[in-house]
């Protein structure tokens, strides 16, 4: 592994360390096999430990609050499935909870409603056509 030179007493000595198992040694000192045992003084860290307080959280704290951009609310999609019939057109003012239009999804008629008032921006979708979830639907601003 590493080899030494010692000068003990006006002595030189060529140290050859060969292995070392735990706290056990071996060395070669000028060609004769030693096993030494190794005392080590317990180092203490010059680094200061971070000991931190655990954080008590409040109910509802932490929380990802979702907020609605300041222009236009969408009504989305709330599962696959094909537009039947559209209630609005462009420019129509809708009410919180007002029918908007119908889709069908899993061979049942869904009554896809808003739940902001405004006017009506944009109608995304065409009767017919096919949505998947979270599709957005219609803008109301």
Do not use: C, W
């Amino acid at each position: 592994m590493k080899k030494y030179k010692f000068t003990i007493r006006g002595n030189d000595y060529d140290v050859h360390l060969k292995d070392i198992e735990g706290n056990v040694a071996e060395l070669d000192v000028n060609g004769t096999l030693y096993e030494v045992v190794i005392h080590s003084e317990i180092k203490t860290s010059k680094t200061p430990k971070l000991i931190r307080k655990p954080v008590e959280q409040l109910p509802g704290e932490g929380q990802i609050k979702k907020t609605e951009p300041g222009g236009k609310h969408k009504v989305t999609a709330p599962l696959p499935g094909t537009i039947l019939k559209i209630h609005v057109n462009i420019g129509d003012m809708v009410s919180e909870g007002q029918n908007v239009l119908v889709m069908e999804a899993m061979k049942m008629e869904n009554q896809i409603q808003t739940t902001k008032s405004g006017e009506v921006k944009a109608i995304k979708v065409n009767v017919g056509e096919s949505v998947l979830q979270d599709d957005v639907l219609i803008e109301i601003g």
